[in-house]
C-alpha cells in the first residue's frame, strides 16, 4: 500500500503515513504503477563489475603479502603461495568478466598448472608436476578445446575420428611420462595394446565420413 498523497511505501502496521501524516482509512489501496520495476531495479547487481572488484581485491593482497614476505624475510617464498591462489580464485572469475569463455578457459587451466607448480617448488618436489601433473593437465586442455574446435564442423564420423586419434596420443604420452617419472626413461609398454583397437575404429571412422550416406544415416540415429 503506498500514500496517495507522498508516495510513500506503507508498512502493515502503521495506521498513517510517517511522511505526511496522513491517515491510512483515507488512502486507497492501490498499487505504484513503477513499483514493480524501481524494486527490480534496486535488487540486481552487476555480476561483471562485482567480480572486477573482487579480482582487483584480490591483487591489492597479493601485492600487500609480497611486499610483507620481502621486509620480513628479505626474499620471496611463502608468498608464492599466496600469489598462485590469488591468481587461482581469478581465473574463475574471468568467466564472467571475459566475453570469449575460450580465453578464459585457457586462463583458468593456465592458473591452475602456476598454482600447482608453486606448490610443487616451493616443497623442493618439482618431479611428479614436470613429469606427470603439468603435461596430463595441458593434454587434457588440449583435448577440451579440439572438442570445442570440432563442435563447429557438422561430420560427425570425422570428428569421433580425430577424438580417438588425440586419445591414442594421450595413451603413449601418459604411458611414457609414468615410465619417466619411475624410471628417468621415455618407454612405451602397455599403451601400445589399447591403442592398437583405437587407432583401427578411428581410421575405419574416417573412411566412412566421405561416404554421404552413412553420414546422414549416423546423424538420425544419433538425433546429431
Same mark, same amino acid.
Given at each position: ?50 567480480? %572486477?572488484?573482487?579480482?582487483?581485491? $584480490?591483487? +591489492? @593482497?597479493? #601485492? =600487500?603479502?609480497? *611486499?610483507? !614476505? ?12 599466496a600469489i598462485a591462489s590469488s591468481f ?61 574446435y570440432l563442435s563447429r564442423y557438422k561430420?560427425?564420423? %570425422?570428428?569421433?575420428?580425430?577424438? $580417438?586419434? +588425440? @586419445?591414442? #596420443? =594421450?595413451?603413449? *604420452?601418459? !604411458? ?43 546423424e538420425k540415429r544419433f538425433f546429431i
Open positions: 500500500m503506498y500514500c496517495k498523497k507522498c508516495n510513500v511505501r506503507l508498512k502493515e502496521y502503521l495506521n498513517e503515513c510517517p511522511l505526511c501524516h496522513t491517515k491510512k482509512n483515507s488512502i486507497d489501496d492501490e498499487s505504484n504503477p513503477y513499483d514493480t520495476y524501481v524494486e527490480n531495479f534496486q535488487t540486481r547487481v552487476n555480476i561483471k563489475y562485482f567480480s %572486477k572488484l573482487i579480482v582487483k581485491l $584480490l591483487i +591489492y @593482497i597479493s #601485492l =600487500i603479502t609480497l *611486499l610483507v !614476505n620481502i621486509i620480513v624475510n628479505k626474499t620471496v617464498n611463502w608468498s608464492l603461495y587461482y580464485v581469478c581465473s574463475f572469475y574471468s568467466y564472467i568478466i571475459l566475453e570469449n569463455k575460450k580465453s578464459a578457459f585457457i586462463i583458468n587451466m593456465l592458473s591452475l598448472e602456476v598454482l600447482l607448480f608453486m606448490i610443487s617448488y616451493l616443497t623442493h618436489s618439482t618431479s611428479w608436476f614436470l613429469c606427470l601433473v603439468g603435461p596430463i593437465i595441458l593434454m587434457v586442455t588440449c583435448f577440451i578445446l579440439l572438442n570445442i561430420n560427425m564420423l %570425422k570428428n569421433f575420428s580425430v577424438i $580417438l586419434m +588425440y @586419445i591414442a #596420443l =594421450i595413451l603413449f *604420452l601418459l !604411458n611414457g611420462l609414468i615410465k619417466v617419472y619411475k624410471t628417468g626413461l621415455f618407454n612405451i609398454t602397455w599403451s601400445i595394446y589399447s591403442n592398437i583397437p583405437i587407432i583401427i575404429i578411428s581410421f575405419i571412422l574416417f573412411g566412412l565420413s566421405f561416404n554421404k550416406k552413412i553420414q546422414n544415416e549416423f
